[in-house]
């Protein structure tokens, strides 16, 4: 299975506990589940790390920026980022990363964007619990 996770995933399952952090745990420990990025979305949550509610919660665990990005997905390479989400920008990024990554699914937790739109060409756009769902059901 190959999975994209839009950035306000990532951030939750890396900063606090929850369904997008048990996700994490989850993929971690499956060898047939795959998680792929972007530049632009490492970028993003590079950006969003730096920021000082983060850099707090991550002395917390004891975990630098850089720790959470050296292990974190497979980058894949994006030849264009066509308009899908009206309204942001950023999301396009996402569905592009999870277009050219061949995604079965992109996690993510907008659910004024992202989550009403349900499939795009293809790749579900679920919720961590979905995904969490899914892939203890082996689907």
């Known amino acids: 299975m190959r999975i994209v996770l839009d950035t306000n995933v990532v951030l939750s399952a890396l900063l606090w506990r929850g369904a ?27 950006d969003v790390l730096a920021r000082p509610s983060a850099s707090k919660r991550l002395a917390l665990i004891n975990r630098s920026a850089h720790d959470v990005l050296a292990d974190y997905v497979e980058l894949v390479e994006m030849t264009s980022v066509p308009r899908v ?29 992202l989550l009403p739109l349900n499939n795009h060409q293809g790749i579900d756009i679920v919720d961590a619990v979905e995904s969490l769902r899914r892939i203890t059901a082996g689907t």
């Open 85 to 113: 989400v009206g309204g942001d920008i950023d999301d396009d990024q996402v569905i592009a990363a999870a277009v050219a990554a061949r995604a079965d699914l992109l996690v993510s937790g907008d659910r004024k964007h």
């Open 20 to 46: 997008p952090h048990e996700l994490l745990v989850t993929i971690g420990q499956r060898s047939n589940i795959h998680l792929y990025s972007s530049s632009a979305l490492l970028e993003e949550l590079a």
